[in-house]
């Protein structure tokens, strides 16, 4: 089983400000087969990114995805008020398919 | 509108069993695979297993194998998750979710199906 460990747990920011966040995986997966999603309070995940870097459909272009191998991130250029969530990563390359654990986003 | 609609929350009891389900619409139901996603409260996501409606082949987790059930029935798009006996520790969200271009990774989700279970 390929175990995704994301970092950091929590990340502080501010409206505005750039969101670098990780994720990186115990054996390689490639560079297309990893999901980012985004999981706000009370709601179902939303997809973000698919194949480590393509934006999945209406998703706004301050959320990019890069990385290959076993190190991916994910890109918020410009938060805006309502970015603030969890995030989470999910590689597809193995069975069974398995999610990091999450990074929170929340306001400085 | 393309969506998934769950059913309602549960609360049981250790050792009952239980059925939730999921129903496609607004697209072609046995075109994507459907999978099931554990939320332990406060806690993160956790891929179960998933369906392929038109012809129900199913895969599973191994960390959910031989504790769930997942199952479809086509004719009215929709997809089940069930248990025959629950434990507390079953208590959680679940989420079923439409898979996109066939990677096991999900592009519609449904809002959710809360089970409680407590004696």
């Known amino acids: 089983e390929i175990v995704l460990t994301q970092s950091p747990g929590t990340l502080s920011l501010s409206p505005g400000e750039r969101a670098t966040l990780s994720c990186r995986a115990s054996q390689s997966i490639s560079s297309s087969y990893l999901a980012w999603y985004q999981q706000k309070p009370g709601q179902a995940p939303r997809l973000l990114i698919y194949?480590?870097?393509s934006r999945a459909t209406g998703i706004p272009d301050r959320f990019s995805g890069s990385g290959s191998g076993t190190d991916f991130t994910l890109t918020i250029s410009r938060l805006e008020p309502e970015d603030f969530a969890v995030f989470y990563c999910q590689q597809y390359l193995n069975s069974p398919r398995t999610f990091g654990q999450g990074t929170k986003v929340e306001i400085k | 509108e393309v969506q998934l609609v769950q059913s309602g929350a549960e609360v049981k009891k250790p050792g009952e069993s239980l059925k939730i389900s999921c129903k496609g619409s607004?697209?072609?139901?046995?075109?994507?695979?459907i999978g099931w996603v554990r939320q332990m409260p406060g806690k993160g996501l956790e891929w179960m297993g998933i369906?392929?409606?038109?012809?129900?082949?199913?895969i599973y987790s191994p960390s959910f194998q031989g504790r769930v059930t997942i199952s479809a029935d086509k004719s009215i798009s929709t997809a089940y998750l069930q248990w025959s006996s629950l434990k507390a520790s079953d208590t959680a969200m679940y989420y079923c979710?439409?898979?996109?271009?066939?990677?096991?990774?999900?592009?519609?989700w449904g809002r959710g199906t809360l089970v409680t279970v407590s004696s």
């Open positions: 607004g697209y072609s139901f046995t075109s994507n695979w």
């Open positions: 194949g480590a870097s």
């Open positions: 369906i392929y409606p038109a012809d129900s082949d199913t």
């Open positions: 979710a439409r898979d996109k271009g066939g990677g096991w990774y999900f592009d519609l």
